[in-house]
């Protein structure tokens, strides 16, 4: 995640989804940004919708009224915007930036998992999404989640959610391919996909989470229509 992505159309799914699992607060999340610094890039630039109200305001009018001021100038569009606006309910924040190197990248991670010890879902923020053969400590591997912390947090009794963007292959390979992986880690876990033009959102549901959690998941599928999320139940393997 970086700031210069705040705002954007991909960051009015993200919270709108975050919003829907959180139930009011009843599932209390704990986001991992993966924090990286901004790189002077286009990306973060898709602001178009908020010219649109009476087409997207609609999907969430409060998180997109707070997405509109956050984006409305340059030096509103950071995360700490997003933190105090409580545009998730409860949520605890893990917000260092997170660096390459393999014996910091660890330390981040513990502090992150000593910060989510009371939440129901850890949402993980990575720029790119699942690690791909960049190996851990190597430049820009800052950018990925990798499969071993997936399964630390998991381990711990965790639900998580994972920001995934699509790369340019065909999709439902790449998710199918996602969702192996991800089983590979997580076993015994419920797994959703939330498909939306950009990306791709997979929640594993850890067999010891409250039912609540899964109660917002399957609510959360009839939300909205495909334009917006499509969110897709994968089912469970042992």
């Known amino acids: ?10 960051d009015y799914r993200k919270y709108a989804l975050l919003r829907a699992l959180s139930a009011g607060g009843a599932n209390r999340i704990g986001v991992c940004w993966m924090m990286t610094p901004d ?4 990306d973060g630039g898709k602001l178009a919708y908020l010219q649109q109200p009476s087409r997207y305001r609609p999907y969430d009018s409060g ?33 260092d930036l997170l660096p390459d190197d393999a014996s910091s990248r660890q330390a981040f991670m513990d502090a992150c998992a000593s910060e989510f010890r009371k939440i129901d879902l850890a949402f993980f923020d990575p720029d790119n999404g699942l690690e791909v053969s960049l ?29 995934q963007h699509f790369p340019r292959m065909e999709r439902s ?3 199918g391919r996602c969702v192996a992986r991800v089983r590979s880690v997580a076993p015994g876990t419920f797994l959703w996909a939330f498909t939306t033009a950009h990306v791709v959102f997979f929640l594993l549901l850890h067999p010891e989470s409250p039912s609540r959690l899964a109660f917002a998941a399957m609510t959360a599928c009839e939300r909205w229509d495909p334009e917006f999320i499509t969110g897709r139940f994968l089912g469970c393997e042992p």
């Open 135 to 163: 190996r851990k400590g190597r430049k820009n591997s800052s950018k990925y989640l990798y499969l071993d912390e997936v399964a630390a947090f998991y381990g711990s009794g965790k639900s998580l959610l994972i920001y």
């Open 63 to 95: 998180l997109f009224d707070i997405l509109d001021q956050a984006a409305s100038a340059p030096g509103r569009r950071r995360l700490k915007a997003i933190e105090d606006s409580g545009a998730v309910p409860g949520a605890v924040y893990h917000n």
């Open 173 to 175: 390979e790449f998710v």
């Open 1 to 10: 995640m970086k700031d210069q992505y705040v705002g954007d159309i991909n």
């Open 39 to 42: 790189d002077g890039g286009m």
